[in-house]
Structures are given as structure tokens and as C-alpha cells.
């Protein structure tokens, strides 16, 4: 039902420096595979084949990426090495993908909005690919399209975080409706701790309905001067309804130094360690 996928990537991956002075952050690896091939892969297991990704300036390694290597894959033909590039070509092969600019950093809501060129008029995932996600039994996004199923709302993901880190996040309020959903009331983007709503933080995956982009079209900009979908959600909430779900699993926050090493590490005992 829910088929297509919007990768906001053109952001400039500022704390990556000088790793992502001439190469985009989502192409930085985790042990073997980069960022963005987790998240695409976590968006096709959930359905989400046709994939849309906002880019910028310097992302050309991300199109590439997704898209057949004739030398090398001619040069490791019949050699054990092709085995590696198994999962990247199924990926091309189930998916299709779409690239659309976002010309100036105006936030993740101008992002989103830059995206409905590709998605149109029909409900639609958003992964923010620095945010890497480990489902207990399925994936993040998997989770929440069944949510949305049962719903028909715009859903965002949540997870408790310190006091301290609110500023880092769209933090929500609501009402409980189970140990794991919320109906948000209240939304305000990173806020400092003693103005923050609740330690309910927004992770980078959403499922959003497409009046979604009309609202943004009406959303002044916010904090930081730019276009938040955090207050285009909160309008949303208010005339209609967002769900806030507290996923099964895990994150790391890839865009971060700390975060990007505790999944390196993770993934190497997960792939390397357990074959020792
Ligand atoms: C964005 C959103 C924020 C959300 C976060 C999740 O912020 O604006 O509401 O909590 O992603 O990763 P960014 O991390 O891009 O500054």
C-alpha cells in the first residue's frame, strides 16, 4: 500500500569533516556497507521499493551507488569477491530510485517538500539515513507501516532520550494510547531541556500523509530559520492526527562521532566476531 520512500541526503555532513569534504556522510561506512544502503534496505524490506532521494551538490557517489558498475562487476566476475556485492544488486534490481535537488539548505521540512515531485499524492516513508536502525523482529519502518495500516495517519518514530540531549531532536507530548503510542498534542524542534515537552525525541523515520506538503507550503520557517517538518507535524497533529511510536529495537545515531562508532562496533562483532 505504502510503496514509496523520500531519502532527504543533500546535507552537508559538517561533523564528518574532512571525511565529507568531497564525499557525501551517507556514503561513510559501517564496517562494509554504507549508511544509505542500510537504510534503503530497511525501507524495501517494509515494501517501500520506489525510492526518492533529495540530494544536493557533492552527492553524485549516492547515484552511482545505486546503479550497475559495469567494469567492476565485469572485472569480478566468476571470483568469490561478487558475493559481496550480492545484496547492493538485489536492491537495484527490487527498487527503483528517483533523485530530485534541493538547491539551499532550508531544513528537513523544505527537504520533504522538494520530494513531492516524486511522491505525488499518496502516503510515503522518510528515512534520514544517519540514523541506523536495528528492528527486534522487523524493521523500524516495517513496524510502523503496519501501524499505518491500522491508523491512516502520519506517524513519527520515538524513542526516550536524557534530559540533556533534547536540544539535539523534535521532541513530542500526547496522549498515551498504549505502552508504545502517543497521540501527539504537542511537537516543538530542539528545544533546551527546561523547555522541552516530554524526553520523547524523534528519530529519523516517519510515515507521512501527502497533505503533509501543503502544510509545509504554509509553514513559516522555525528554529534555526529553517523550514521544520517538526512544526508542519505539530499542525498536522492539530487538525488532524499523528501517532508517535516507541519502535521495537535500537538506534544509533550515525551522525554523530560516538553514535557512528558504537554501530561500527556492533555490526563488526555481529559479521566478524560471531565467525571467529
Ligand atoms: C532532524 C529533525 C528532528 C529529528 C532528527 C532525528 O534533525 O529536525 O526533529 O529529531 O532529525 O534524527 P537533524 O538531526 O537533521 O538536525
Given at each position: 500500500m505504502i510503496k514509496k520512500c523520500l531519502f532527504p541526503v543533500a546535507g552537508y555532513g559538517t561533523r564528518f569533516l574532512p571525511a565529507t569534504k568531497a564525499m557525501p556522510k551517507e556514503m561513510l561506512p559501517i564496517v562494509d556497507k554504507?549508511?544509505?544502503?542500510?537504510?534503503?534496505?530497511?525501507?524495501?524490506?517494509?515494501?517501500?521499493?520506489?525510492?526518492g532521494f533529495v540530494t544536493g551538490r557533492g552527492k553524485r557517489a549516492i547515484e552511482d551507488h545505486f546503479d550497475i558498475s559495469y567494469e567492476l562487476e565485469h572485472q569480478i566476475e566468476g571470483t568469490g569477491k561478487e558475493q559481496a556485492l550480492e545484496g547492493i544488486r538485489n536492491l537495484i534490481e527490487g527498487c527503483t530510485f528517483s533523485y530530485t535537488r534541493q538547491m539551499n539548505m532550508q531544513g528537513l521540512g523544505d527537504a520533504i517538500l522538494k520530494g513531492e515531485t516524486?511522491?505525488?499524492?499518496?502516503?510515503?516513508?522518510?528515512?534520514?539515513?544517519?540514523d541506523l536502525c536495528i528492528g527486534e523482529d522487523q524493521g523500524v519502518l516495517s513496524q510502523m507501516v503496519g501501524l499505518f495500516k491500522q491508523y491512516r495517519c502520519s506517524i513519527v518514530a520515538i524513542e526516550e532520550v536524557p534530559a540533556d540531549q533534547t536540544h539535539s531532536y523534535g521532541v513530542i507530548d500526547g496522549e498515551k494510547i498504549s505502552d508504545t503510542l502517543v497521540r501527539v498534542t504537542d511537537m516543538v524542534e530542539k528545544p533546551a531541556p527546561e523547555a522541552a515537552p516530554s524526553n520523547l525525541a524523534?528519530?529519523?523515520?516517519?510515515?507521512?500523509?501527502?497533505?503533509?506538503?501543503?502544510?509545509?507550503?504554509?509553514?513559516?520557517?522555525?528554529?534555526?530559520?529553517?523550514?521544520?517538518?517538526?512544526?508542519?507535524?505539530?499542525?498536522?497533529?492539530?487538525?488532524?492526527?499523528?501517532?508517535?511510536?516507541?519502535?521495537?529495537g535500537r538506534r544509533f545515531d550515525c551522525g554523530s562521532v560516538g553514535?557512528?562508532?558504537e554501530a561500527t562496533n556492533y555490526y563488526y562483532e555481529k559479521l566478524y566476531d560471531s565467525n571467529a
Open positions: 554504507p549508511l544509505v544502503q542500510y537504510a534503503v534496505e530497511e525501507a524495501a524490506q517494509a515494501g517501500l521499493t520506489d525510492i516524486i511522491i505525488g499524492d499518496s502516503p510515503f516513508g522518510v528515512v534520514l539515513a544517519d524523534i528519530i529519523g523515520r516517519y510515515i507521512l500523509t501527502p497533505d503533509i506538503f501543503e502544510i509545509i507550503r504554509n509553514t513559516p520557517p522555525g528554529k534555526n530559520g529553517e523550514v521544520q517538518i517538526t512544526d508542519a507535524l505539530l499542525t498536522q497533529a492539530r487538525t488532524g492526527c499523528v501517532m508517535a511510536y516507541k519502535f521495537r553514535g557512528f562508532v
